[in-house]
Nanobody, 117 residues
Framework: QVHLVESGGGLVQVGGSLRLSCAAS????????MGWYRQAPGKQRELVAA???????NYADSLKARFTISRDNAENTVYLQMNSLKPEDTAVYYC???????????WGKGTQVTVSS
């Protein structure tokens, strides 16, 4: 079992930045792929970015210029740096762990990001 806890969400103005963190329990973090997803009101959950256990990242095409995913296996933590935020980035952001390009076996409870114009 892997327990995931997100932090770092909040209210930010257009053009601002936020860094989300996801702390994972369990000794298998280093062998799992990790991902960030988001779900805006009335929309389906979508992949933002994922990173393999070796640090290879993939992104949603529309976000790769502004968002960066990274991980620290020593700290069992994955990060999402979000820059130049837009109102359409407003969503609940979820951390997930699993395998492959869309890790989704374990989920955190999410953290709210609100971008005000």
């Amino acid at each position: 079992q892997v327990h995931l806890v997100e932090s770092g969400g909040g209210l930010v103005q257009v053009g601002g930045s936020l860094r989300l963190s996801c702390a994972a329990s369990g000794s298998i973090f280093s062998i799992m792929a990790m991902g960030w997803y988001r779900q805006a009101p009335g929309k389906q959950r979508e992949l933002v970015a994922a990173i393999s256990n070796h640090g290879v990242a993939n992104y949603a095409d529309s976000l790769k210029a502004r968002f960066t995913i990274s991980r620290d296996n020593a700290e069992n933590t994955v990060y999402l740096q979000m820059n130049s935020l837009k109102p359409e980035d407003t969503a609940v952001y979820y951390c997930a762990a699993g395998s492959g390009l869309f890790p989704d076996r374990y989920w955190g409870k999410g953290t709210q990001v609100t971008v005000s114009s």
